[in-house]
């Protein structure tokens, strides 16, 4: 049995604790599939690895594999998306139900206006395009129906 498959330090004839062994043998345990890895480690050993896997930037940077997200995380225009997502879907649930048109196209106009802005701190132009466009419309709708024409 190898000195990586047990717990042994074999310059020291001591048992290793087995967070360190862990943390000694993740970057041996990337080598392998979790069929190999059942080879050469013990369950007990390959779970933890697993749950806390340390990448390094190098990593990080160059996997397909590892998802990363694309905008940053709790910033203004991640709450505002969010917000703007949940008032586009609210309108959206109660389309064509009728007597609720004017509901849908306030919810509409308020998610499509939120994502407005968004796509103003973003300076994504099509983006722009798209909810600058939409809300006109919205707004032109809202107003028809107000009106009653």
């Known amino acids: 049995?190898?000195?990586l498959m047990t717990n042994q330090d074999p310059e020291?004839?001591?048992?290793?604790?087995?967070?360190?062994?862990?943390?000694?043998?993740?970057?041996a345990l990337k080598r392998?599939?979790?069929e190999d890895a059942l080879?050469?480690?013990?369950?007990?050993?390959?779970?933890p690895m697993m749950e806390n896997p340390k990448y390094t930037p190098?990593?990080?940077?160059?996997?397909?594999?590892?998802?990363?997200s694309a905008t940053p995380k709790y910033t203004l225009?991640?709450?505002?998306?969010?917000?703007?997502s949940i008032f586009v879907l609210c309108a959206m649930s109660i389309r064509g139900v009728e007597g609720l048109?004017?509901?849908?196209?306030?919810?509409?106009?308020?998610?499509?206006?939120?994502?407005?802005w968004v796509s103003i701190l973003w300076h994504d132009k099509a983006l722009i395009l798209l909810n600058g466009v939409g809300l006109m419309f919205l707004l032109r709708n809202l107003v028809s129906t107000v009106v009653g024409l």
């Open 1 to 3: 049995m190898s000195d």
């Open 12 to 27: 020291q004839g001591q048992q290793t604790p087995l967070s360190e062994k862990i943390e000694a043998n993740r970057d």
């Open 32 to 34: 392998y599939s979790l």
């Open 39 to 47: 080879k050469h480690y013990s369950v007990e050993e390959i779970i």
């Open 58 to 68: 190098e990593e990080l940077e160059k996997s397909k594999r590892i998802f990363k």
């Open 77 to 84: 225009d991640w709450y505002v998306k969010w917000v703007a």
């Open 101 to 116: 048109q004017m509901f849908d196209l306030a919810l509409s106009a308020v998610g499509i206006s939120l994502w407005l």
